[in-house]
């Protein structure tokens, strides 16, 4: 996973699989007053989410995020920054840390329903999103994202 920073436009890409896409994707967008803002969900034709687009990014992702992204420019590569994804076999849940806190406190969540369940976006006081709960997350990412939580786990 990393993700891609447009700071002219104020856009930021967190992609959740490397590489592109084959057969293009669906765009799921939240509902903007639930977000204040607009944040959107892209799926694969399998229906398996590949990114999440923010937009005003510079108020909805922490400064930290956005520093270790990379311009949007095809020339320099995806970005390292590396996440932190863990995921409950019994409540087939998966959480996306967008923060280094292991804990982050969160002060509002705004549900965003996409092609085969929800996610919850978590955002602190200051109205950052600090991490992502997906429902059903065998059939919402990408097998890769919950095998790379299986290997964290064990």
Not at 58 to 75: F, I
Not at 117 to 139: M, P, S, Y
Request: glycine share 8%.
């Amino acid at each position: 996973m990393w993700v891609k920073y447009d700071r002219s436009a104020d856009a930021a890409y967190i992609h959740l699989v490397g590489g592109d896409v084959e057969g293009g994707v669906t765009t799921y967008p939240c509902d903007p007053l639930d977000v204040d803002g607009m944040i959107s969900f892209d799926a694969d034709v399998g229906e398996r989410l590949v990114g999440l687009e923010v937009m005003d990014a510079s108020k909805k992702l922490a400064p930290k995020l956005l520093g270790a992204a990379d311009p949007t420019s095809a020339e320099l590569g995806p970005p390292s920054r590396r996440f932190r994804i863990t995921h409950s076999v019994a409540s087939d849940l998966a959480y996306l840390y967008l923060s280094d806190d292991p804990a982050p406190s969160v002060a509002s969540t705004a549900n965003c329903k996409n092609g085969t369940g929800d996610a919850h976006l978590d955002f602190n006081a200051l109205g950052v999103l600090v991490g992502i709960e997906f429902t059903h997350a065998n059939h919402q990412l990408p097998q890769e994202l919950i095998e790379a939580a299986e290997r964290l786990r064990s």
